[in-house]
């Protein structure tokens, strides 16, 4: 039988050939007896196999006298927001977030609402391996419930730098694609707590995916073209477990997702509650976040951290700095006075937020932020030796800036090239930036060529 991948993302694996049921019951366990007294916060993306996999950790908790809510469909933001503000001692989330079909997966989160770490998420590996109990294979169940997330929206609606009334006369019509994920209805249902018109597109939480899971330009074709259609001013796409969030502009123009992060850091840093609060700010995003961020900081005097890739890196890089608001480059914004994790429903409510106050077009806006291109690029890791490969690379460029914290990163005062093993797919992903889009992909050749 093919293994799941285990990460500090947590676990994925196709099912039931890799994660199967007697995995995830034992997985259950290990995370039961790493966790403080108290109940277990339980959730799922739309994915067909989610319920039959929240069944099985039912099961696992239930062997350690555990107690535990299963809340049904449930964003991660928002699994993330109830267990931070609620009585919870974690919980899992099955989900395999921007992985396509037939890939499913768990989340392990703590007890404050931020994801395990390396450290904790080995603890729980370890539990594993010692488990020896299995699980029978159960037959699917019928639909989950959907959490709607009430708490977690109406703490959007009333943050102070969300002037919901501002957005509210502005009247936006906005196209909302949800992949049929988990953002289906909780995405539509804060848009119109915003006044806006909501054209739904792919909006029925069923889990099939109607086109690829990861909010890309090339795959959003058809929410380009129903803005288009509708006049609208803004497109939205998320990823099937709503921590990810893409825009397409008035025009239906892709803006790709590297724009989501510092279009929301920048109406964060204008705000003068934040400059109260945060006198000397600090942002914090990963090694492969694309380099608008630097020229959005600058503008406002705010200091920029970078850390390895990994949401929890991320995180926990915020909050020894008391940082203000991070991110991924992924689309993935982090704005811990609402909850330490990404979120794409406080992403779309701080783009509106910046629409309405500037009275400027997301295209305009847009267009304020420096030109950088990424070019993105992945190595199938079957064969492959990886430290090899890394061993191979080091020496590609001799007037580059090296880091490896992560892989390999090579960087100018202009552009820069990333290679490293995903924590999520057996591949090695290879991204590369620079001012124009044709040298962005002469660096990431450049690395090929070395790799040949």
Same mark, same amino acid.
């Given at each position: 039988?093919?293994?799941?991948?285990?990460?500090?993302?947590?676990?994925?694996?196709?099912?039931?050939?890799?994660?199967?049921?007697?995995?995830?019951?034992?997985?259950?366990?290990?995370?039961?007896?790493?966790?403080?007294?108290?109940?277990?916060?339980?959730?799922?993306?739309?994915?067909?196999?989610?319920?039959?996999?929240?069944?099985?950790?039912?099961?696992?908790?239930?062997?350690?006298?555990?107690?535990?809510?299963?809340?049904?469909?449930?964003?991660? =933001?928002?699994?993330?927001?109830?267990?931070?503000?609620?009585?919870?001692?974690?919980?899992?989330?099955?989900?395999?977030?921007?992985?396509?079909?037939?890939?499913?997966? /768990?989340?392990?989160?703590?007890?404050?609402?931020?994801?395990?770490?390396?450290?904790?998420?080995?603890?729980?590996?370890?539990?594993?391996?010692?488990? $020896?109990?299995?699980?029978?294979?159960?037959? +699917?169940?019928?639909?989950?419930?959907?959490?709607?997330?009430?708490?977690?929206?109406?703490?959007?609606?009333?943050? +102070?730098?969300?002037?919901?009334?501002?957005?509210?006369?502005?009247?936006?019509?906005?196209?909302?694609?949800?992949?049929?994920?988990?953002?289906?209805?909780?995405?539509?249902?804060?848009?119109?707590?915003?006044?806006?018109?909501?054209?739904?597109?792919?909006?029925?939480?069923?889990?099939?995916?109607?086109?690829?899971?990861?909010?890309?330009?090339?795959?959003?074709?058809?929410?380009?073209?129903?803005?288009?259609?509708?006049?609208?001013?803004?497109?939205?796409?998320?990823?099937?477990?709503?921590?990810?969030?893409?825009?397409?502009?008035?025009?239906?123009?892709?803006?790709?997702?590297?724009?989501?992060?510092?279009?929301?850091?920048?109406?964060?840093?204008?705000? +003068?509650?934040?400059?109260?609060?945060? =006198?000397? =700010?600090?942002?914090?995003?990963?090694?492969?976040?694309?380099?608008?961020?630097?020229?959005?900081?600058?503008?406002?005097?705010?200091?920029?951290?970078?850390?390895?890739?990994?949401?929890?890196?991320?995180?926990?890089?915020?909050?020894?700095?008391? @940082?203000?608001?991070?991110?991924?480059?992924?689309?993935?914004?982090?704005? =811990?006075?609402?909850?330490?994790?990404?979120?794409?429903?406080?992403?779309?409510?701080?783009?509106?937020?910046?629409?309405?106050?500037?009275?400027?077009?997301? $295209?305009? /806006?847009?267009?304020?932020?420096?030109?950088?291109?990424?070019?993105?690029?992945?190595?199938?890791?079957?064969?492959?030796?990886?430290?090899?490969?890394?061993?191979?690379?080091?020496?590609?460029?001799?007037?580059?800036?090296?880091?490896?914290?992560?892989?390999?990163?090579?960087?100018?005062?202009?552009?820069?090239?990333?290679?490293?093993?995903?924590?999520?797919?057996?591949?090695?992903?290879?991204?590369?930036?620079?001012?124009?889009?044709?040298? @962005?992909?002469?660096?990431?050749?450049?690395?090929?060529?070395?790799?040949?």
């Amino acid at each position: 039988m093919k293994q799941p991948i285990f990460s500090i993302s947590g676990v994925r694996g196709t099912v039931p050939d890799s994660l199967s049921p007697n995995i995830v019951f034992r997985l259950g366990i290990a995370f039961a007896k790493t966790q403080p007294k108290g109940k277990i916060f339980l959730g799922q993306d739309t994915r067909p196999t989610g319920a039959e996999l929240l069944k099985i950790l039912q099961q696992a908790l239930e062997s350690q006298n555990r107690e535990f809510i299963d809340v049904g469909i449930c964003p991660t =933001p928002t699994a993330q927001f109830e267990i931070e503000h609620g009585d919870f001692a974690g919980g899992i989330i099955v989900t395999a977030s921007h992985n396509p079909l037939p890939y499913n997966g /768990l989340k392990f989160i703590n007890s404050d609402g931020v994801f395990c770490d390396s450290t904790e998420v080995s603890a729980i590996f370890s539990k594993f391996e010692k488990q $020896s109990a299995t699980a029978e294979k159960m037959e +699917p169940t019928c639909d989950a419930e959907i959490f709607l997330g009430g708490n977690h929206l109406s703490a959007i609606l009333e943050h +102070p730098i969300i002037d919901a009334k501002k957005i509210r006369e502005k009247r936006f019509k906005i196209v909302v694609d949800a992949v049929n994920g988990v953002g289906s209805v909780m995405m539509p249902n804060l848009l119109r707590k915003l006044g806006c018109e909501v054209i739904e597109l792919y909006c029925e939480p069923n889990g099939k995916f109607p086109r690829g899971a990861e909010p890309l330009p090339e795959n959003l074709g058809v929410l380009s073209q129903t803005v288009r259609e509708n006049s609208s001013d803004l497109g939205v796409a998320m990823d099937p477990d709503g921590d990810r969030l893409a825009l397409v502009d008035e025009n239906g123009n892709p803006l790709g997702e590297e724009k989501t992060l510092p279009l929301a850091v920048d109406v964060v840093l204008e705000h +003068p509650a934040s400059n109260i609060q945060h =006198p000397e =700010p600090s942002v914090v995003v990963n090694l492969s976040t694309s380099m608008m961020i630097e020229s959005v900081c600058k503008k406002y005097e705010a200091t920029l951290h970078r850390t390895e890739i990994g949401e929890i890196n991320v995180v926990k890089q915020m909050q020894k700095l008391d @940082s203000i608001i991070g991110g991924e480059g992924n689309g993935g914004v982090i704005f =811990p006075e609402i909850h330490s994790g990404r979120d794409a429903f406080v992403g779309v409510a701080l783009i509106l937020q910046k629409m309405a106050q500037s009275g400027k077009t997301i $295209s305009q /806006l847009s267009a304020e932020l420096p030109n950088f291109f990424i070019t993105k690029s992945k190595i199938e890791l079957a064969g492959v030796d990886y430290k090899v490969m890394l061993e191979k690379i080091k020496t590609a460029f001799d007037d580059a800036e090296i880091d490896e914290r992560d892989g390999i990163k090579f960087s100018w005062h202009d552009r820069w090239v990333h290679i490293r093993k995903s924590n999520t797919e057996p591949i090695v992903r290879i991204y590369a930036e620079a001012p124009t889009k044709r040298e @962005s992909q002469e660096l990431l050749a450049q690395i090929k060529k070395n790799l040949a």
